[in-house]
């Protein structure tokens, strides 16, 4: 396996030198001046936060980013895809909304937001590729279409894969909507009976004549292509996915879609481990975070990054009062991604994406002030 370098700065400052500065050092010294930009479409993919959240990086970080682009000659856009849930941001629309009201605009981020998959979640691409469980990833077509791929990472706990930082921001965050179907569920998308009010509209969507409307919508499994079209579809988010996909295959399936979006394509990434939250970005509630501030990383390789992030953040203390202090009675547990999802086993990710090449375990980290 090969080593890696991860560049690392921590969240100390001195006088005069606040951490956008020290960002600004980071990026620089980890290489990202030798990425040709010039005239060049340059997707960030970073994470908009749902209302409410408060843990979700600042655009201050992304406009550090995509000044940078802009003094290469590059075209930065900031980005991110629809959600498979309801919330703020499972479309175009309201996701533009929630992104606004998060402070992220033309101004604050430096460059135009443009929502990766479309209106409704449904302007994607499929891409073929040869994993153990896809054999196609949806992406989203904005995302697809770019040059080149600048990943910024909160790093923090999720409730499916333990962890959620460069590896989750790529392959479930550019996944469309069907695409998130795909990571999330083994199964077909089903009608929520209470909220649906018979419209009719998600008839003329399904391709495969799946659904029928009497008083209540209905989807026939035996017909129905799983291609999540009528989830985005639906007004009154009547139709979501089952949800029934193991953990593990989760992270197995989630590291395949970044292999696949990042096949031919240059990148680089960036996370900071800041208000490590236990549940990832999408929830509207952030709760205490589980330990201290830890800092920024930087790398060309999205798994070598995760992995330095996952090891930093197992050697801090808890925060107490926070739900990795409860749930492992105040003890320092020697798995803090463990003891805060008991369901989750994060290092199926590493796993899997060494075997899909999508990067080494292995590194070296270089820190800088
Ligand atoms: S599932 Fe949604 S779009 Fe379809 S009939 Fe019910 S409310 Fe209308
Ligand atoms: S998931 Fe696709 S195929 Fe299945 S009912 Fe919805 S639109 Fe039709």
């Given at each position: 396996m090969e080593t890696s370098e991860v560049y690392f700065t921590s969240m100390h400052t001195e006088l005069q030198d606040g951490l956008l500065d020290k960002f600004r050092r980071l990026m620089d010294a980890a290489g990202i001046g030798s990425i040709d930009m010039q005239k060049k479409f340059v997707a960030i993919k970073?994470?908009?936060?749902?209302?409410?959240?408060?843990?979700?990086?600042?655009?201050?970080?992304?406009?550090?980013?995509?000044?940078?682009?802009?003094?290469?000659?590059?075209?930065?856009?900031?980005?991110?895809?629809?959600?498979?849930?309801?919330?703020?941001?499972?479309?175009?629309?309201?996701?533009?909304?929630?992104?606004?009201?998060?402070?992220?605009?033309?101004?604050?981020?430096?460059?135009?937001?443009?929502?990766?998959?479309?209106?409704?979640?449904t302007n994607d691409i499929e891409i073929p590729f040869k994993g153990d469980h896809i054999t196609t990833a949806k992406i989203g077509r904005e995302i697809y279409d770019s040059d080149i791929m600048i990943t910024l990472n909160h790093f923090k706990c999720h409730e499916l894969m333990g962890f959620g930082g460069a590896v989750k921001n790529i392959g479930m965050g550019c996944a469309s909507k069907r695409g998130?179907?795909?990571?999330?569920?083994?199964?077909?998308?089903?009608?929520?009976?209470?909220?649906?009010r018979g419209c009719g509209r998600c008839l003329d969507i399904c391709a495969h004549s799946a659904i029928t409307v009497a008083e209540k919508a209905a989807i026939d499994h035996n017909i129905c292509a799983g291609c999540g079209r009528c989830i985005g579809l639906c007004p009154f988010d009547a139709i979501a996915a089952s949800m029934?996909?193991?953990?593990?295959?989760?992270?197995?399936?989630?590291?395949?879609?970044?292999?696949?979006?990042?096949?031919?394509?240059p990148s680089f990434h960036m996370s900071v481990i800041a208000d490590v939250s236990p549940f990832c970005d999408c929830h509207k509630e952030n709760?205490?975070?589980?330990?201290?501030?830890?800092?920024?990383?930087?790398?060309?390789?999205?798994?070598?990054?995760?992995?330095?992030?996952?090891?930093?953040?197992?050697?801090?203390?808890?925060?107490?009062?926070?739900?990795?202090?409860?749930?492992?009675?105040?003890?320092?547990?020697?798995?803090?991604?463990k003891c805060t999802h008991p369901d989750t086993r994060w290092q199926a990710t590493f796993e899997h994406a060494i075997k899909m090449k999508l990067g080494s375990s292995r590194y070296e980290l270089i820190e800088i002030d």
């Open positions: 970073t994470h908009f936060g749902e209302l409410g959240n408060l843990a979700f990086l600042r655009p201050n970080y992304s406009k550090v980013i995509a000044d940078k682009i802009s003094q290469m000659e590059g075209i930065p856009f900031l980005t991110d895809c629809s959600t498979l849930y309801v919330g703020k941001r499972k479309n175009a629309v309201e996701h533009l909304c929630t992104a606004s009201l998060n402070g992220f605009n033309s101004v604050s981020a430096g460059c135009q937001i443009i929502i990766g998959d479309g209106l409704k979640g998130k179907m795909e990571l999330h569920s083994s199964g077909k998308p089903i009608v929520k009976e209470k909220r649906c029934d996909e193991a953990a593990e295959v989760i992270c197995r399936k989630v590291v395949e879609y970044a292999a696949a979006v990042l096949a031919g394509k709760d205490l975070p589980i330990i201290p501030n830890v800092g920024m990383l930087a790398s060309f390789d999205p798994v070598a990054l995760d992995k330095a992030c996952v090891d930093l953040s197992q050697k801090q203390p808890m925060i107490a009062g926070s739900r990795l202090y409860t749930n492992s009675n105040g003890i320092k547990p020697d798995d803090i991604f």
